[in-house]
């Protein structure tokens, strides 16, 4: 079993950062995969970025590539967002999950943890 605390949202301005993190209770939190997700008010959840258990193999979605970077370290149990470039499309409740996938996946049926999520609001 894992539980997953997500931290580090909050109220920023367009063209800053915010980093989130995720920290894991489970010891067994190196044989997970992990990935985040994201619900904008209105809108169904949609993937943002996902990270291999090893840490070696990445995913992210078109929308954030070249902005956001998914990290974990895995003597911590805890995955990072490093959010940077925000913009107010970005303002929504992030999630992060963790799955027994060996690849990266934008699936949300392949996780099996969630976090309770923490705001994001991202000002014009």
């Known amino acids: 079993q894992v539980q997953l605390v997500e931290s580090g949202g909050g109220l920023v301005q367009a063209g800053g950062s915010l980093r989130l993190s995720c920290a894991a209770s489970e010891l067994t939190f190196t044989n997970y995969g992990m990935g985040w997700f994201r619900q904008a008010p209105g809108k169904e959840r949609e993937f943002v970025a996902a990270i291999s258990w090893s840490g070696g193999n990445t995913y992210y979605a078109e929308s954030v590539k070249g902005r956001f970077t998914i990290s974990r370290d895995n003597a911590k149990n805890t995955v990072y967002l490093q959010m940077n470039s925000l913009k107010p499309e970005d303002t929504a409740v992030y999630y992060c999950?963790?799955?027994?996938?060996?690849?990266?996946?934008?699936?949300?049926?392949?996780?099996?943890?969630w976090g309770q999520g923490t705001q994001v609001t991202v000002s014009s």
């Open positions: 999950a963790a799955g027994l996938v060996v690849v990266p996946v934008n699936r949300e049926f392949e996780y099996d943890y």
